[in-house]
Nanobody, 117 residues
Framework: QVQLVESGGGLVQAGGSLRLSCAAS????????MGWFRQVPGKEREFVAQ???????YYSDSVKGRFTISRDNAKNTVYLQMNSLKPEDTAVYYC???????????WGKGTLVTVSS
C-alpha cells in the first residue's frame, strides 16, 4: 500500500505560481508512474500530468506549457510546478501512483488550489 501526502496548495492570484509536492511512503517509489489529477466539485476527476518511471512526461492540453511535473526518486517525491495560473485551474489536486499511463492506483487526500481573478 502506497501512502501519498500532498502539500503546497493555497490561494494565488491569476498569473501567479505554486509548486505542489507529493511525498510517498513506498521505498519502491521509482517503480511507479507518478501523476497529478484535479477535481472541481460536481465534475469528474481529470488528468493533469504524469511522469513515468523513465522520466517521460505527459500533460493535459489545458496545462501544457504552464505546468511542469518532475520527480526525485531519492526523496520519494513528485512535484508539480504550476505557472501562469488561471481561475479555471482552481480545483482539489490529487497525487496518484500507478503502473500505467494516465492512470492511478493509489491516491493522496488532495490539496486545494484556488486561483483568484
Amino acid at each position: 500500500q502506497v501512502q501519498l501526502v500532498e502539500s503546497g496548495g493555497g490561494l494565488v492570484q491569476a498569473g501567479g505560481s505554486l509548486r505542489l509536492s507529493c511525498a510517498a511512503s513506498e521505498r519502491t517509489f521509482s517503480n511507479y508512474y507518478m501523476g497529478w489529477f484535479r477535481q472541481v466539485p460536481g465534475k469528474e476527476r481529470e488528468f493533469v500530468a504524469q511522469v513515468s518511471r523513465s522520466g517521460s512526461t505527459y500533460y493535459s492540453d489545458s496545462v501544457k506549457g504552464r505546468f511542469t511535473i518532475s520527480r526525485d526518486n531519492a526523496k520519494n517525491t513528485v512535484y508539480l510546478q504550476m505557472n501562469s495560473l488561471k481561475p479555471e485551474d482552481t480545483a482539489v489536486y490529487y497525487c496518484a501512483a500507478g503502473s500505467c499511463t494516465y492512470c492511478g492506483h493509489y491516491w493522496g487526500k488532495g490539496t486545494l488550489v484556488t486561483v483568484s481573478s
